[in-house]
């Protein structure tokens, strides 16, 4: 029995999840999984409004996409062209470097404190 390359497992899964996440608007409640550190404390993680930042990409609505989560419209780019450019070092060293994993994991954090600020302008849009 033939199995499939774990790559392109992986690529087909992530395809999926882009179509899926194309097909269904998360401005709209209940239209996906919550996010469960949000319904845990009430709190927006870094990660909150990913799905929403998708789904404005995959229909080409930047603005709304700047809205949604500024920090990783700006962060993921740089995590992922990190993970690229690891890919090409020798064997054993760090696929991302140090310095960059603790820069982003502390503008995570930073970025996580502010918008939960009290007054803070970029509320969920919910589109009905």
């Given at each position: 029995m033939m199995t499939a390359h774990?790559?392109?497992?992986r690529?087909?899964?992530g395809a999926l999840a882009?179509?899926?996440v194309a097909a269904r608007d998360p401005h709209r409640p209940s239209?996906?999984?919550g996010c469960p550190w949000r319904a845990a404390t009430g709190l927006h993680c870094p990660g909150c409004g990913g799905v929403r930042l998708a789904h404005d990409l995959l229909h080409r609505d930047l603005r709304s996409?700047?809205?949604d989560?500024?920090?990783l419209l700006v962060a993921a780019p740089v995590l992922g062209a990190s993970l690229a450019w690891g890919r090409l070092r020798p064997p054993g060293r760090d696929a991302v470097p140090p310095?960059?994993?603790y820069a982003l994991g502390g503008a995570a954090m930073i970025w996580a404190v502010i918008r939960n600020l009290p007054g803070w302008p970029l509320k969920p849009i919910v589109r009905r």
């Open positions: 774990p790559r392109l497992v690529g087909g899964a882009l179509l899926y239209r996906l999984i996409a700047v809205h989560n500024p920090f310095r960059l994993a």
